[in-house]
């Protein structure tokens, strides 16, 4: 059988280096899929149907036919399909049928960015289809075109931010197009999630409410990357039933996935001395050159604009030195650039003519690029649903074409690459959102009575009880009056400008340059101190500056342009107290419950790193306590089970009741989280292996195979820890960061989106305790996913541990790039034994 294409790549990118160096760790050879076409539905209007037929798409897919169908004949409906499958024709056809067939029915597309709107917007004006008057209106539109818009558009495209800020609060202004609303496009759909997707779902219900005020009722069309439960998640977020087409039709070519570990840096430690690897980042210049000299069509995704900027000039370097001409086919693809600019580059990759693209993760959202040769993905973009809509751009038909997962520094990227059934066989995840988190409720619901009084009956789409309670608040603050008929808005100001739907609100920070004066960005108030403190390097757009002031009390981060070579990375100490809890599960000597946590963090410092992830300094910060209010998941372990009674009993020591004598070190902590801003791709390298350890490193414990912790030794309880009091603050510590790394795997969200406490004793359990918390006042869902996968999640963060070969700790484990006790006290076998017991005790109450 000839060796596919995909398979000659991965050769060729992995020639020259020694078996024992061998940097894959899995190889999948995924098979093709050939078209299923459709009839063109019999109520399409000709005018529609000949323009897309000139525009080459000769029929339907079974798939668009479907949910363009459903649309047509008034039912909600989510598209899930998988990247490159012309979800787009699916909303296209239905209402532009109808505009050309002279209905006055007005339609509304929402997408997540700009340039997806503006995208698609071209897309639908080359059609040239008469009767159809489409345009945009965002943040780029010039106020002498609004009007005009608002009087004479009937297909508007926009985004949630101009919706929330610039129509619904002016609805009065839309009452026509309101009237003759039939339709609401809601485009990749699948990335609102967290604290944004829960701002966007009650936004949605403001909309149908003003829709129904004046006397409208669209049809809701979803368009989304393939997810799990994509109609129960599309009518979560929009509030009304949803019927699902999830059945891709479209053609796919077949693709060899393969996942790499980065190889091990002899000459380079870490923090605290641990072990350093090649960055991702660099791993992927190379990758991406080799695959270039190919004549493959590469693109690369990275987590950072910096990242990718620093690939492709990685890339290109060595190209160069094999050949000039070849370093100008790579370039960097980042935000910012003119809608031409994009254009220009599609259709240079496409032609041939440029063969490698760096691209941060923003370009997986819509753009015209697929049927490539190569793609590489640096790191796990933080969902199934991201890592298959960006592998999704490589496979032509008729030839295989590769794929390539290049591990990250972290302890879910080293556990993917050891489990590849967890990357390349499990369901893709439903995005996690919650509407009834009264910080985002409160705002939402203070906007929408700003906008028409709100009745009783209308409470139920808001969240009911919920809804009331922040009613009674908002009422208390005198903000809006209950009367008989509901509630009213009572201010003269409208509360739009001050509620941030991507944030959790309040006045934001500026980012400023000092020299001259231009405002380069905003900063939530709750990450500023994490993510502009003095001397943090701040990204903008591809370029760098270094913060030379933060003012709180102004709302100001002042900084100047600098490109150092070397990123910061902040440092925090946290604490937490329980303040109630909903949910529990006692499992003999092990509790996880699930409940409401104040959490109180300091910025106290930075690291400054190289990318290569050598530590070159720590520098102390003096910044102010902030306070948060949220949901967090936590477990609890017996003094008994731990074996610190049992050591205490044979010391004669003190009752496993009070305190440890290390108190001073039992409450390690890692960083509150924040969008740092810093370059995602720098971390300090790690010292990864495969499954074959056995069980915890350097203790001389054996590990049963059930994963229920070491076998009893001499005087041990049976399936406890076996620890000594000393070494129980490190443990907890470990497994901690570990279970913040490999949360992820189960809830939707990215690492720097929670946080941890661990202790040796937490006043409010009155035991050892373990916290993983959102990062978002009142939560965005995480600790409900982690509460509710308890044992798969922490089975997972026991395996990623003991499947790394480094001796005490590295990046790939257990230590956190977050840190603010600087990684230590950091007891990897302790972090195995403790899991172990956690999970002996919940597997035999059948938690």
Known sequence: MDESRGRRLLRRVTAGIPSREQPVTHVADLPGRAARYAEWPSWADPAVVAALRDCGVSAPWAHQAEAASHAYEGRHVVISTGTASGKSLAYQLPVLSRLAAGEKANALYLSPTKALGADQLRAVSSLDVPGVRAAAFDGDTPMVERDWVRAHANWVFTNPDMLHRGILSAHGRWATFFRRLGCVVVDECHGYRGVFGSHVALLLRRLRRVAEHYGASPVFV????????PASFASRLTGVPC?????????????????????????LTGENGAPVRRSAGAETSRILADLVLEGARSLAFIRSRRGAEL?????????????????????????????????????????????????????????????????????YPGTLASFWQQAGRAGRSGDSALVVFVARDDPLDTYLVHHPEALLSRPVETAVLDPANPYVLAP???????????????????????AQEVLAELAEQKLVRRRSSGWYWTSRDRPHAEVGIRGT?????????????????????????????????????????VVDELDL?????????????????????????????????????????LGEVAVTSQVVGYLRRRPSGEVLDHTPLDMPEQSLRTRAVW????????????????????????????????????????????????????????????????????????????????GRTPGGAGLVPARVPGALHAAEHAAIGLLPLFATCDRWDI?????????????????????????????????????????????????CECPTGCPSCVQSPKCGNGNEPLDKAGAVAVLGTVLGALRQHGA
């Open 444 to 466: 939402q619901l203070a906007c929408a009575v700003a906008e028409l009084p709100l009745t009783l009956p209308e409470l139920e789409v808001f969240g009911g009880s919920a």
């Open 635 to 714: 477990y609890t372990v017996s003094a008994e089970l731990l074996g610190i009674e049992e050591t205490r009993r044979r010391a004669g020591g003190r009752s496993a009741a009070e305190p440890a004598e290390t108190d001073p070190a039992t409450a390690v902590r890692s960083a509150v989280v924040g969008d740092s801003g810093a370059d995602g791709e720098v971390g300090t390298g790690g010292h990864r292996v495969g499954t074959e350890s056995a069980g915890p490193v350097g203790t001389g414990e054996e590990t049963q195979a059930n994963g229920r912790g070491p076998v009893r030794e001499g």
């Open 505 to 545: 609100g309040g006045e934001q920070i500026a980012v400023v340059e000092s020299d001259s004066g231009r405002m380069l960005g905003t900063v939530d108030p709750g990450s500023a101190c994490f993510a502009v403190h003095p001397g943090a390097v701040y990204l903008h757009q591809g370029s760098s500056y």
């Open 755 to 803: 946080g941890g406490v661990s202790t040796a004793w937490h006043e409010d359990t009155g035991e050892a305790t373990v916290f993983v918390h959102d990062g978002h006042p009142g939560g965005a869902g995480f600790a409900e996913r982690g509460y509710a996968a308890i044992v798969p999640w922490l089975a997972a963060t026991r395996e990623a541990i003991v499947s």
């Open 553 to 593: 009390d102004q709302g100001l981060a002042l900084v100047h342009a600098e490109n150092p070579d070397w990123t910061t990375t902040p440092r925090e100490i946290v604490d937490i107290s329980v303040l109630s809890t909903q949910e529990k599960q006692d499992c003999g000597g092990v509790s996880v419950c």
């Open 222 to 229: 979803l368009a989304s990357a393939t997810t799990a439960s």
């Open 243 to 267: 019927v699902a087409v999830t059945e891709d039709a479209s053609p796919r070519g077949a693709r060899t996935v393969a996942l790499w570990e980065p190889p091990l840096l002899e000459e």
């Open 311 to 379: 690939a492709a000039l990685g890339a290109r370097r060595i190209l160069s030195e094999v050949d000039p001409v070849l370093s100008e086919t790579v370039a960097a693809y980042r935000s910012g650039y003119l809608p031409e600019e994009r254009r220009a580059l599609e259709a240079a990759l496409l032609s041939g003519r440029l063969l490698g693209v760096a691209t941060t993760n923003a370009l997986e959202l819509g753009v015209d690029i697929a049927g490539l040769d190569a793609v590489v993905l640096a790191g």
